[in-house]
């Protein structure tokens, strides 16, 4: 049997496509693309926004239209959060809400089961499976360690969608770590979807922090990077801890999400601007060369055009390397739903273009600044489509492109930068292990 799968949304959503991916397989089905006739579609969905549900619904239909006696199953946010609306849909054969991964399995392979199996993840708090995952083409793994979130931010769907805070218990987050560096891994992602609260829900509870500092100790894996983490969850001892543990790599992504004090109120998060500013602050002081980005909404309902000019003034002084712009987008069943004073659809575009070329030279200017400098880069499983150039990340998040033989794939090289667009740095390989292996083979 055949499957196909089609992912909406976020990273953690990809991770769970990963996974989904990975046991089907093992049940013995083939993956297809999409765009082919399949048995089985499986729709990981997204429900961020409004739109991501009509997405969502608009791939059931292409899956139906491909293979009308396909199996058709819809799984992921969406799914978990509004599965009388996904029932009603008839190119829908079944719902399967989050964290079932066996229910799953069982649709994909024709088993009779409920045409919805869903559970209220507020209340049953179900276990993590960990595993750690590979897109596609690339040689760093993401590993899971938490899920869910108790936060409540006005405008977001995830703490009814992926429930409550859950966390990955120490021992097992070493162990795979431990398995992953046999695998020949030199870079794992530490992921979740709410990665500060990680450990509160665990008995005795623990503090990331603590597990960081656990990894730093007794991981043996080349490199290990923090995904997104709230500000306010950014800790100094964690901050001490990337800029001494030489396996950490220097780069922060901390969603600001808006840069006016009121707003980040009405979002209901939980520091303000300054906090974020002392945080930038405190990173760069102890790791110059650090990479820090943000995820920034705009067009937030009661944003004016007052609120806008501070935050853009705001982000303007501060010295990021990247930011990635979100116009808002109403999603029914959260606070910000029922909030008045929407901002037109035609200023949101016009906000998200100013702030999205300051990101652009913010970019740039970060780039820049490494040209003539060293980097320590691992190289990817592919090459860049039109240079055919080695691709790989440095350490602190550049994307960097150089001249040389497959043989250096997955190994981490010294690379000289030399010139730069505004996307990635290009450079020439000073030495590596790999490199004087290859050239003692020539
Ligand atoms: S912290 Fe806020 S934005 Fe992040 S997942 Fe939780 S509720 Fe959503």
């Given amino acids: 049997m055949r499957f196909a799968i089609a992912t909406l ?21 083939r993956r297809c693309d999409f765009d082919q006739p399949a048995d089985v579609y499986v729709i990981n969905t997204c429900t961020v926004t409004n739109r991501a549900d009509t997405e969502s619904l608009k791939l059931a239909r292409r899956a139906r239209r491909l293979n009308p006696s396909a199996r058709v199953i819809m799984t992921g946010c969406l799914a978990q959060a509004t599965p009388e609306k996904l029932a009603a849909a008839p190119e829908v054969d079944q719902i399967v809400g989050l964290a079932r991964m066996e229910d ?31 897109p596609e083409g690339q040689t760093r793994a993401f590993l899971k360690l938490q899920e869910g979130c108790d936060q409540f931010c006005s405008f977001c769907i995830v703490p009814f969608s992926r429930g409550a805070s859950r966390s990955v218990p120490p021992r097992q987050v070493l162990e795979a770590l431990d398995t992953l560096h046999e695998r020949g891994f030199k870079e794992v992602i ?17 503090t990331l922090a603590r597990l960081l500092e656990m990894i730093a100790e007794r ?145 740039r200017e970060f780039l820049r600044r490494f040209i003539g400098t060293r980097l320590r880069v691992l190289i990817e499983e592919t090459r860049e489509p039109q240079t055919q150039q080695l691709r790989g990340y440095s350490r602190n998040y550049i994307k960097v492109l150089v001249a040389g033989p497959d043989l250096l794939k997955n190994n981490e090289i010294d690379v000289e930068a030399t010139a730069t667009d505004s996307m990635a740095l290009a450079g020439r390989i000073v030495q590596s292990s790999a490199a004087t292996a290859c050239a003692s083979r020539s």
Wanted: proline letters at 5%.
């Fill in 104 to 134: 799953l399995v069982r649709a994909a392979t024709w088993t009779d089961t409920p045409r919805v199996m869903v559970a209220d993840l507020r209340k049953t708090k179900a276990a993590l499976d960990i595993r750690a995952v590979v």
């Fill in 190 to 206: 530490l992921s979740g979807v709410h990665l500060g609260g990680y450990g509160k829900d665990l008995s005795p509870p623990i």
């Fill in 219 to 363: 991981c043996r894996i080349a490199r290990v990077r923090l995904s997104s983490i709230d500000p306010e969850e950014l800790s100094d001892e964690i901050i001490d801890l990337v800029a001494d543990a030489e396996n950490f790599c220097p780069h922060f992504h901390l969603p600001l999400q808006s840069g006016d004090d009121e707003i980040l109120q009405r979002m209901r998060r939980r520091y303000r601007r300054e906090d974020f500013r002392r945080r930038v602050d405190r990173i760069l002081d102890r790791i110059p060369n650090a990479a820090i980005g943000t995820d920034l909404i705009v067009g937030f309902p009661g944003e004016t055009a007052r609120h806008f000019a501070r935050y853009f003034t705001f982000i303007e002084r501060l010295p990021l390397a990247y930011f990635h712009v979100f116009p808002y987008s109403v999603r029914a069943g959260t606070t910000a739903a029922k909030f008045g004073n929407r901002v037109s659809a035609d200023e949101i575009t016009r906000r998200a273009a100013r702030l999205r070329e300051l990101g652009e030279s913010r970019r």
């Fill in 9 to 29: 949304g976020c990273k953690v959503n990809q991770y769970d496509s990963a996974m989904i991916q990975a046991r089907l397989e093992a049940a013995g089905l």
